[in-house]
């Protein structure tokens, strides 16, 4: 099956700063999702991105389906977006999401 | 406009036993997946449906039964719960298998 990929496992923030996420996936894919898991359990999901570029606010997100990759930007963090990022392909011909490990996200004021 | 609800939120299981996960969703949406989130991990597929009366396996489904008999609602099933089951489960909807998907709040299980 499809092998989902996040980096990095880990990171550290201050406040204001900015940070780009990437999830490599192994197989092709017909859509891709972003979502953020805050300290509470709640999964919120961020961008719905099969390919190209999406912004919302201070995210954004690009997906290069052809090179299996995708990429979240955060900019100016603030304290409100720790938590876990996950990205979640959809290989193609499927209707299964396979999600990866996360990056764990923690802002500092 | 509740979303996706799941009950209960919280259950403790005896080894064994047997109980229903229920998940509820309208937004009229077809698409319906069962995730398990273990600590410290990503979330796993159980079972998915695409609709009313379609049901597939998705990653992780040996010890578990899910049925669809109406749009909205989408049951997930414990046959004979094991201590392994212990986990969180998430429940999503989505309009179609090819749109965002919108997450319940999750049902903190532990089996003893």
New interface residues.
């Given amino acids: ?1 499809i092998q989902v990929e996040q980096s990095p496992p880990d990171l550290i923030l201050q406040e204001g700063a900015n940070s780009t996420l990437r999830c490599n996936f192994s197989d092709s894919v ?2 891709l ?1 972003w ?1 953020h898991q805050n300290p509470w ?5 961020l961008f ?1 991105i ?1 390919s190209g570029t999406k912004q919302n606010g201070r995210l954004s997100a690009t997906t290069v389906a052809t090179e299996r990759y995708s990429l979240l930007y955060i900019s100016s963090s603030q304290t409100t977006d720790s938590g876990v990022y ?1 990205c ?1 392909p ?1 290989p193609s011909g499927t ?8 990056t764990r996200l923690k802002v500092l004021a | 406009n509740a979303g996706v609800t799941q009950t209960p939120k919280f259950q403790v299981l005896k080894t064994g036993q047997s109980m229903t996960l229920q998940c509820a969703q309208d937004m009229n949406h077809e ?1 319906m ?1 069962w ?1 398990r989130q273990d600590p410290g ?5 159980i079972h ?1 449906s ?1 609709g009313a009366g379609i049901t ?1 396996q ?2 992780v489904p040996n010890g578990y039964n899910v049925s669809r008999s109406t749009t909205e609602d989408f049951p997930l099933r414990l046959l004979s719960a094991a201590p392994s089951q212990t986990s ?1 489960y ?1 429940c ?1 909807s989505s309009y179609e ?7 319940g ?2 049902t903190r299980l532990s089996i003893l």
């Fill in positions: 099956g017909n859509n999702q979502f359990g709640q999964l919120i999901n719905y099969p996950f979640a959809c209707y299964k999401y396979i999600f990866g490990t996360g | 698409y997946s995730y991990m990503g979330l796993r597929l998915y695409v597939d998705g990653e969180v998430f999503a298998g090819e749109q965002p998907q919108h997450f709040d999750g």
